[in-house]
Each structure stands twice: as structure tokens, then as C-alpha cells.
């Protein structure tokens, strides 16, 4: 494919400005008589804060206004919130403790936000923050999972006297524990899916600001979502009604899930402005991004899988643990539960399945969506599971995948999801060709030869994106429709404005919607323009997040199209003197069939608006279009990834060597974009698996908070990456797109670990697989070689 | 305060500025460029490189007091009379960038690796030497593949 039409490798439009120093993210933006808010917060894991003492800072330099949870509470601002009820097993529905904004009388985590100084500078303000005196009286930290649901472990919120929100389950119990009952063979394991910080490279930041003329709110803020954001500031927060708060998502530098949710400190800044006058700045440095921005993943899970004596799986049972943190942030209930167990039937075809998920509070930062958000964690535990019981039963990892895929769709699993489309056997095919799977056994004899152990691992994924149909969802307990919406605007000379409620934060939506409309309408990318991110400009929208603006906002964008399609065919008709039913839209020229007589899209446009050729009473002047989308089902983006390494058993150092990934996306807009997302989500699913974890101390402080010590992954830890694709075209949108964002991230993880216990020969080995780590467990493999 | 003089990209810039301004911020909140990033606070993750005097460094560790006279390009300052720089361009062809915000640091860094090594770097080379550049978005494929791409053109 050439040109700008769908398919094509189209250069990014969005890059100029970001090559030449030109992008406009929230901390660019300064307004006149701005002011900086620095946050007082916890040092303490857990503490009842007896009295705050301002005065000092209140005389400190600079400072307009100190203000604590007294003052939010005062103005009736409301805490921040959980949108996705969870019920227990016995009916009862979770436990959610109040989240204020600034503490009321207790705190829960280390980085907890206790007040809040306002400065005229943003130094100013830090020397102040100091000068707030807190009297904590310091309560036991409960860091571990373990600890915090034994009896008589310290309480974090009244209203969960066992730190549990939940204990959930799906699946159908009895059906699992009848296979387990006629197994031939079950595979255990124990998982502990690493507690990961999201760390966009731009930290959060807010700008609020308040016209009192207007009696008007603005917020310019890092967001994935800014209309749900108004739309919980206006709805639960009660900072200002809707159409009295603006929210502006400008260029935003990643997100991966940390920019879906509400935070504090947005909150507090669009308050402040108005309490000060003056409009109020925060930007995170990085230490606060790890202490407060929500985490990702921090599971522990026991897994089991039942197998016939014919290889087949018939069962599966899962426990897990989820530690929530401190406070439920946002969509935090929803992701070990909904987002999931309904993911663990994997890429099989497995009868009986049956989960329970326990979630916990601790005192540490709370838990929500990171890439992936809790389909890594079933991948994880499924591709493990399956690995060790090819292992255990002697048969080649890959075969063991292959007898055990679906093989017909629809496919109804017994937890929720109906895969719509797919070919598992062709990405699995095409991949152990493309990674010379069948050659491996030579390439681990040279290896050895070399002192090295060399090992290979396979990933065969599943995902749920296009989150989702609003009403399924609903019954699930979302407290939102996952809808999206698109407007199309076509100016008199031809141009286009796409309003979309999708955003983009580095997914390059400039350039991919903008392909879809010049496909459509045959008009070039450079007449399109794609606007995002106001909540003045569109209307409504659900943001970026799941893999979803593909499938769900380009899908709201394409049906939009299909009425400015059925417009403009009228307005022609009028000029051409036909009827609309007999006129043809192709290549951006309307023709009336059998004839020659033709009219482009540009010509068609003008008529709409000077209305010379048709009666305003017959049609309507104009050319613009909105439209919702609603999916009907979930997309199943699906693939298999192929890591091979090499350890040197002497230091633990991990190398990997080669990486393949095949991938069924459906249909692809743009490959080089494409691409680009699954090597993104590989680099990080590397990271979960050999670098990063996020580790509190037994005092509940949290000991990885910058780049010296928690480890994000560099150029050269992690390789050149060999991308392949298979297609089957999603069913259930129009552009039969299936969503490319997450892939990597949720894929990488077990192929890497499956790779490295492959090499060792044996499992005894957790995520970050570090060099002090592998060089553990590379010592076990020598004693239990010399054992044999 | 402390008056202090510098040229940045090309052009005589002089303030005040409390000892303690760090050059990033005086680029970013004194002269308003704010391609100029900060990611980290603790020297990591590159997206503050700029030139000064050639050479690159993070901005986020160096006092602008300190650079008095100095000749400080930033990614503004790159391209020359409306033409991107070969490695603007090589970013842009091989997709270099997703959200954007390493991305000025990280071409600042590859300007500087190439001119340290040379137009023929090969990809272990451009891997090791970008240590001090942290991307989220990339996976680093496609910023490794740019920066080889920029090289030859630098070269050519």
C-alpha cells in the first residue's frame, strides 16, 4: 500500500512539532499570575495526624495560602473515587474506605497527601512545605498481603476491618473441581506477578484556573481521559458543574494507564485556583510520580492446571491476591477482577474454570491500570502454567499449545469473554519459523561450548480490548458506558476537523485518523486535522486506554463518516440534478451512475454551505456529523511472542538474544504505528520481567523511588525486535480493527521468564529475574546437574 | 541576583537569576524553550540534554550561573534556516518517537554520540552510548534504527 489511505506507512503529522522542541505538554503552559502548589505529604506509612501546625509556613516567604482537608471539606469538595463496583462472592459489595483529596485525620501510604502550600514560586513553596508541622501518631505499617489479612493486623479503613475489599470469584467451581477430581495430571504453581510504576517519562501535572467573571474553572492536565475526568471533577467531586469546567489534556508524554485516573493533586490545584485567585501550577517530580502516581500489577497467585492423559486440558483454578493499596484509585476493583479472570482461558480451549480474587488494602500507593492492565497478569499465569506442564509431561512446549487452541469461533469460554475471530495455530506457525524455533538445540550446544545456558520461551497471549460494550459493562458493575464519539466537520473549502473523544498520548492519532478520513472521503491527510483533548471542543468522549481508540474511536469517527457520506450524496444530487439514490461516492468524486456527470468532495462541501441548489426547508445547510459508538463485543487481539536468551551462569547476567512477535491486530491502519506499539510494550514487559519492581520496606517506605534505584529498562538491555503479522478481521467494528496497544506488554513477561527457566531447568525463579537472582537460581541448576 | 550571559541557539541572552537555577529552568521558565524537558530530577533519564559549547550535558545538573559566556544550543536551535538537522529528519522517517517527550534529549544525545563516533556506529555502540536517555514508548527499536539512519546522513 502507498499514499495516506488505510494500511499505508504513513509519516507521523504529529512529529514535527515534537522533533523541533515545539510540543505543548501541561508543564509548557504558564498563565498569567500563576501560582505553584507543593504538596505536605506522608512520611509515615500509616499515622493518625493529631494537628497541623501552617503558621510557619504561612509567614514563609512567598506564601498565599496553606490549605489541609479541613478546608476541602469546608467547601464540600467531595473525596476522589472508585467507578467499578465489585461485589463479594456472598453479594455483598466491596469495601471502599473514603479517599479524601488532602488526609482527614489519617494517612495511609508514604507520599499520602496532607496539605497543600500555595507559593508564588515553586521554590518558595518547598521551603514552606517544610515548615507545615504534622504531630503523627505513628500506626503499624501493613505492607504485605500475607500480614494484612491475619487476624488482629492493624486496620487501614473502619469500614474493612480485614483490610479485604473483596473476595470475588468467577467460574464455575464445582465443573473445575470435577476435573480436577479425573486428572490425569496437575501442574501447580505459585506466581507473583511484580508490583511495576508506570513512569510515563512526562510526570503528572496540573495548571487550574479560575475566572471569576465567568464563574469558570479551567484545568490543563496530563490526562488519557479528560471528559471522564470533568465529568468525575463535576459529578462526584463537586468542584464546578460541566458546562463550568473545562478540561484540557494538551500533548501528553505517555500514560500507559497512570493518566486514566483522578488524582489529588488535579483535584486540589483547579480548587486552589479559585480559593487563591490566581491560577495554580503543579508538576510531579519524579520521586512524586513513584510515591503518588497509582501502581501497576502485585499479584500472588497459587495456579493450578488439570490435564487428561491424552494431553488435553480440562480445568483450571486460580487464587489470587491483589494488593489494591491504601485507597481504591479509580478503576482500581476492576482490574484484578473484570479485566482478569475473564482473560484466563487464554488462547485454549478449556472446559472448566474457576477463579477467586482476594483484594487487599496495604499502607502503600494505591494499585490501578498499567499497560494492560490485568490481562498481563492472566497472561502471565497462563503461559507459565502451560510451559511447566508441557515441561512436566514431556511434550514440546509448542505442540502442547497447538493440541490444546481453539480451533472454532465464535468460542464461548466459561468466564464471560466470546472470542469473535482468530487463528492462534497461524501466529504460533509463523512465529516458530521466523525464530528458527526447530534450530534451537543446536544454538544451545554452541552455547553451552561457550560456558552460557541458553534458553528459549514461547508466549502464546490473549486480550480483551476495544473496552467495551457500555451495557455489558454495566451489568459488570462499571459505572460508566464504554462508548466513544466522533464528530466530523467539513469546512466549506473542503477541510476536515475530526473531533474525537479518543486522546493521544504518543499513539499517533494524528496520523492514523487522519488516514481513515482521507480513505473515505479521498481527500489528502494534510485537509485532515484531528482534534482531542478539550472538553470545550468535543463534546464527550471515554479517552484512550485498553487498546481502544482503534476499535472503538476510529469506529465512532467511521460511522460519523457513513452520515456525511449520506449528506453530501444529497447536496450532490441537487447540483448534479439527480437523485440521491442513483449518485456514487468514489475516490472523492460524486458521479451520478451511467453518466459522466460528476461533482469532487471539495465542490460538494461549498454547496452544503452556500445552499444556492437545494431549499433550506428540504435539507439542512452544512456538513457536519456526530456519532456514538457502542461496541458489541470486546476485540481479541491474540499473537504468540518468542524470546530466546543467553545467562551467563558466573555473573546472572540475562542476554536476550533474539525476539519475535507475531501479532493478529485485524486490520492495521497504519504498520510503522503498529510496529511501533508492540515494540513499546515489549520493552516494557522486558522491564517487568528482568528490571523493574517496585519494593517497600518493612516500614512501609518505598525504597525504589528514582531511576537510581528502580530500574527502567535501556537501550541496551533490551534487543532489535523481529515483528510479524496474521490478520483475521475483527467482526464486530466497521474497520475490523482489533487494537495493537498493549500486546507487547502483556506478551513479553512469561516468554521471557518461560526463556530463562527454560535455560536453568527449573522453575525456581520470580520476576525481576535481576543478575543477583539468576545468578541464584543459576547456582541451583549446577547442584541439581551435579545431583543427576 | 547574579547576571549571567550566555548565547543560546545563536542569539545573546542575559538575566538575573537566583544562584541556585538550574539551566533547565532557566531555559524553560527564563526564555520560555520548552522543548527542553525534565523526567526525572537525579540525572537518569536525558530528556534535558542540550549543547553547551559542543558538548552535550543534562541541563538538569548544571547551574546557569556556571555557564557564564557559554554557547548553549537547544533542540529550537537544531534545525538551521527552516531545514530539520539529518537526525530531526531520521527521527521523523524511522518513527523515533511515540509521545514525544524524550524525544529532545534523545536527539540532542544522538547529535552528540555522532559526533563523538563518527557517521559508521553500529547498533551495540548507539545502545551503549545511549545509557543516559530512559524512552518509555519506543522499546528503543526504532530510536537505535533513527539514530544509525541520522548518523549516515550527518555523514553523508
Known sequence: MTGTGIGAPVRRKEDFRFITGKGHYTDDINRPGQTHAVFVRSPHAHAAIRSIDASAALTSPGVLAVFTGDDLTADKVGGLICGWMIHSKDGTPMKAGGHPALAQGKVRYVGDHVAVVIAETHAQGREAAEKVKVDYEVLKPVVDMAEAIKPGAPVIHDVASDNTVYNWHLGDKAAADAAFAKAAHVTKLDIVNNRLVPNAMEPRAAVGDYDSGSDAFTLYTTSQNPHVARLVLSAFIGIAPEHKLRVIAPDVGGGFGSKIFIYAEETVCVWAAKKVGRPVKWTADRTEAFLADAHGRDHVTHAELAIDEKGKITGLRVHTKANLGAYLSTFASSVPTYLYAPLLSGQYDIPAIYAEVDGIYTTTAPVDAYRGAGRPEATFVVERLIEVAARETGVDPAQFRKKNFVRTFPHQTPVIMCYDAGDYDASLTKALEMADYKNVGKRKRESAKKGLLRGVGISAYIEACGIAPSAAVGSLGAGVGLWESAEVRVNPVGTVEILTGSHSHGQGHETTFAQLVSSRLGISIDNVSIVHGDTDKVQMGMGTYGSRSGAVGMSAISKALDKIETKAKKVAAYVLEASDKDIEFKDGKFSVKGTDKSIDFASVALQAYIAHKFSGQELEPGLKESAFWDPTNFTFPAGVHICELEIDPQTGVTRIDRWTAVDDFGEIINPMIVEGQVHGGIGQGIGQALHESAVYNESGQLVTASYMDYCMPRADDVPSYNVGMTQTRCPSNPLGIKGCGEAGAIAAPPAVINAITDALGHEDIAMPATPRAVWRAAQKSIGLKAAE | ?156
Not at chain 2, 25 to 36: A, K
Not at chain 2, 79 to 87: N, R, V
Not at chain 2, 91 to 99: A, D, I, P, S, T
Open chain 2, 1 to 156: 541576583m547574579p547576571v549571567v550571559s550566555m548565547t543560546v541557539n545563536g542569539k545573546a541572552v542575559s538575566a538575573d537569576v537566583d544562584p541556585r537555577t538550574l539551566l533547565v529552568h532557566y531555559l524553560r521558565e527564563n526564555l520560555r524553550l520548552t522543548g527542553t524537558h525534565v523526567g526525572c530530577d537525579t540525572s537518569q533519564c536525558g530528556a534535558c540534554v542540550v549543547m553547551v559549547n559542543g558538548a552535550s550535558i543534562k541541563s538538569c545538573t548544571a547551574l546557569a550561573v556556571g555557564l557564564q559566556g557559554a554557547d548553549v544550543t537547544t533542540i529550537e536551535g537544531l534545525a538551521k534556516d527552516g531545514k530539520l538537522h539529518p537526525m530531526q529528519e531520521a527521527f521523523r522517517e524511522n518513527h523515533g518517537l511515540q509521545c514525544g517527550f524524550c524525544t529532545p534529549g534523545m536527539i540532542m544525545s544522538a547529535v552528540d554520540i555522532v559526533n563523538r563516533n563518527g557517521s559508521k556506529i553500529d547498533e551495540k555502540t548507539i545502545r551503549e552510548e545511549l545509557e543516559g536517555n530512559i524512552c518509555r514508548c519506543t522499546g528503543y527499536h526504532n530510536i537505535v534504527k533513527a539514530i544509525a539512519a541520522g548518523a549516515e546522513a550527518m555523514g553523508g
